[in-house]
């Protein structure tokens, strides 16, 4: 079983949707969670930490579910440089474990 | 913010040749780097995790011989593809965490090398 399971998509949603992506995660004792930004031909920068009160950046939202073993990222009124592969990273022990990444489109 | 650079950002070489490919954590110590490759359209893939002042730990299915891990000081490790083909061809990302700080810090990615063999 993998370590990460993320929904490739692709998402395609219009400018100033709400889209939301989700990653499950196998280890109950992963401690720590992120989510990564990466445009085309780039490398991942990060967006934000995961925490399981939920933490909120602008219009991006991220919480975590211990109980159910997943992490989402939620981004409100979607702007055209939302566009990009988003990668969710779950740590267990020493080791970073990453989701495949969700490619997100935002439509004018 | 921990700042992680990675040199060159591209590469293009003949089949046969070896390319080094330099890791820096510039503001921290890194006793542990990790080197991944991404192919077009694909997920990151961990190659190998490099721990300073001994033997890189290989992923399954890497070729330890054919992708040569040093890192030889806090700051410094380095991935050399020795005799490359064009199926090596790929993006080469190396990324490093500031153990100085908590648990819960985050992975920090170089800007990556795009290497071509023709």
């Known amino acids: 079983r993998k370590e990460v399971e993320q929904d490739p998509g692709p998402f395609n949603v219009p400018e100033g949707a709400t889209v939301a992506f989700n990653c499950t995660y196998s280890?109950?004792?992963?401690?720590?969670f992120f989510w990564y930004r990466q445009d085309c031909r780039k490398e991942p920068k990060l967006l934000m930490s995961?925490?399981?009160s939920g933490n909120e950046d602008g219009r991006f939202t991220a919480q975590l579910n211990r109980a159910s073993q997943y992490i989402s990222l939620l981004i409100r009124d979607s702007k055209l440089s939302d566009s990009a592969t988003y990668l969710c990273?779950?740590?267990?022990?020493?080791?970073?474990?990453f989701g495949t990444g969700t490619s997100l489109t935002v439509i004018p | 913010g921990a700042v992680v650079s990675q040199h060159p950002s591209w590469v293009i070489c003949k089949s046969g040749t070896s390319v080094k490919i330099e890791c820096r954590s510039l503001?921290?110590?890194?006793?542990?780097m990790f080197w991944y490759r991404q192919f077009p359209k694909q997920s990151l893939m961990l190659m190998a995790t490099s721990n300073e002042g001994s033997k890189a730990t290989y992923e399954q299915g890497v070729e330890k011989d054919k992708f040569l891990i040093n890192h030889a000081s806090l700051t410094l490790s380095t991935l050399t593809v020795t005799s490359a083909h064009p199926e090596d061809s790929s993006f080469y990302i190396c990324?490093?965490?500031?153990?100085?700080?908590?648990?819960?810090?985050?992975?920090?990615f170089g800007n990556g090398t795009r290497l071509t063999v023709t």
């Open positions: 280890n109950s004792a992963s401690q720590s």
């Open positions: 990324s490093a965490r500031d153990f100085r700080q908590a648990e819960s810090s985050p992975l920090h």
């Open positions: 990273a779950v740590v267990t022990g020493n080791q970073f474990y």
């Open positions: 503001d921290f110590q890194a006793t542990t």
């Open positions: 995961v925490y399981s």
